[in-house]
C-alpha cells in the first residue's frame, strides 16, 4: 500500500487506501471497517481526522459513519476507516481504493468548570434553524 499521500499542492487531506486482499461489496446501509495499513505517531497537540472523499460520496454514497473520526496522538493501532453505504445500489471498495483523507489538525484542549448559569446572549438557547427566521 502507498503511504497516505496528497494528491495536490492545496489539499488539506492525505488519501488513506483499502488496504484489503479482496474486494469488499456494501449493500446498501450496510458498514464495516475497512484498514488502511496504516498506523501514526502524531505529536502532542494534534489529532488525526479521517473524513470521507467527496467524489465517492456524491456517486455511490460511500461515506464515514463517524464522520470525522479522530485518531488521538496517544493512538498507536492501524487506522480502521468506518464506511458505510448511503447510496441506492451496492458498493465496491476494491484492494487500494482510496477510501478517505486523513488531516491533520491542532487540539485546543478546554478546562471544564462548573457553573450556575451561562452568561445571556440574543441568541440564548435557540438552534436547529433558530437563526434562520
Known sequence: MPLPAYQ????????LCAD?????????????????GVAVELPDGFEGQVRPRSGRALREGLTLVNSPGTVDADYRGEIQV????????????????????LVIAPVA?????????LTDTPRGGGGFGHTGR
Request: hydrophobic residues 45%; contains cysteine; negative net charge.
Open 8 to 15: 495536490s499542492q492545496g489539499a488539506a487531506g492525505m488519501d
Open 20 to 36: 484489503v486482499e479482496h474486494a469488499i461489496t456494501l449493500a446498501p446501509l450496510e458498514r464495516c471497517a475497512v484498514p488502511s
Open 82 to 101: 468506518l464506511v458505510v453505504n448511503l447510496g441506492r445500489e451496492p458498493v465496491t471498495i476494491q484492494p487500494g481504493d482510496r477510501i478517505a483523507q
Open 109 to 117: 484542549r478546554a478546562t471544564v468548570v462548573e457553573v450556575k448559569e
